[in-house]
Nanobody, 124 residues
Framework: QVQLVESGGGLEQAGGSLRLSCAVSGRTFSGYYMGWFRRAPGKERDFLAAISWTGRTTYYADSVKGRFTISRDNAKNTVYLQMNDLKPEDTAVYYC?????????????????WGKGTLVTVSA
């Protein structure tokens, strides 16, 4: 059974940084896209970033481009989200996801498996 476990969330001040991690177990990490999403209180889940198996191809939402960076370490079966210059509006539960393909379209964006999320709170 595939498991994705996020970590690294917490409370940070505006302007600060956090790095989220997502560890994958239960299947090969090989060949799969990984993505990060978030759901703010009272809002829909939003796409943030995705990365191909090789790491050569990345996708970002306009709202985080230039502030957030997605990366992966295939030897560790782990994907990361470096978040800089955090803003109060970044407060949300952050989820990682894994999929055999990535589709840049609303919905699941091609992701097949999801973690349970980690809470990020940014204070003003």
């Amino acid at each position: 059974q595939v498991q994705l476990v996020e970590s690294g969330g917490g409370l940070e001040q505006a302007g600060g940084s956090l790095r989220l991690s997502c560890a994958v177990s239960g299947r090969t990490f090989s060949g799969y896209y990984m993505g990060w999403f978030r759901r703010a209180p009272g809002k829909e889940r939003d796409f943030l970033a995705a990365i191909s198996w090789t790491g050569r191809t990345t996708y970002y939402a306009d709202s985080v481009k230039g502030r957030f960076t997605i990366s992966r370490d295939n030897a560790k079966n782990t994907v990361y989200l470096q978040m800089n210059d955090l803003k109060p509006e970044d407060t949300a539960v952050y989820y990682c996801a894994l999929g055999s393909a990535f589709r840049f379209e609303p919905g699941n964006y091609g992701m097949n498996y999801w973690g349970k999320g980690t809470l990020v709170t940014v204070s003003a």
